[in-house]
């Protein structure tokens, strides 16, 4: 677990931009369930997190089309509120950073770190800007 004092502006890059941060399984559960679409970060402290998923995600959320609600939960902070969201992103494998993008409760984008690493974040948002375009 990382110290809370060291990831919080890591935290705050999204949360400033409207991300509601998930640090339990019950909110969770209730924002990956909902009805309508929910985008939700996987953030992480690692590089790719702070040079291409963070940046993207916050060009994304600029498209005309978006996401009814937009989260975010923190791998080795909030490890409750990860192990329940890498529930909902199976079959994929646990992957720090990245995102996904839930339509009434069912997964219908997912971006895997091996998707950020190496992949300019305009490039990522782009990739999001489409599926929040097909199912938003």
Do not use: W
């Not at 940046?55 to 996401?67: G, L, R, V």
């Not at 690493?117 to 800007?129: D, F, K, Q, S, T």
């Amino acid at each position: 677990m990382y110290p809370p004092e060291l990831v919080a502006p890591m935290k705050q890059e999204l949360t400033s931009v409207g991300f509601e941060d998930l640090t339990t399984a019950e909110q969770v559960d209730e924002a990956l369930t909902s009805s309508g679409t929910t985008f939700v970060v996987i953030n992480s402290v690692c590089g790719c997190a702070a040079a291409n998923a963070r940046p993207a995600a916050k060009m994304a959320i600029s498209n005309d089309k978006k996401p009814n609600k937009i989260v975010t939960v923190f791998a080795g902070v909030d490890g409750e509120a990860v192990a329940q969201a890498r529930k909902y992103t199976l079959p994929y494998p646990p992957s720090s950073p990245s995102m996904a993008l839930f339509k009434d409760g069912k997964l219908v984008h997912f971006i895997e770190r091996h998707h950020i690493e190496g992949r300019p974040a305009e490039m990522i948002a782009e990739n999001l800007a489409a599926a929040f375009n097909e199912f938003c």
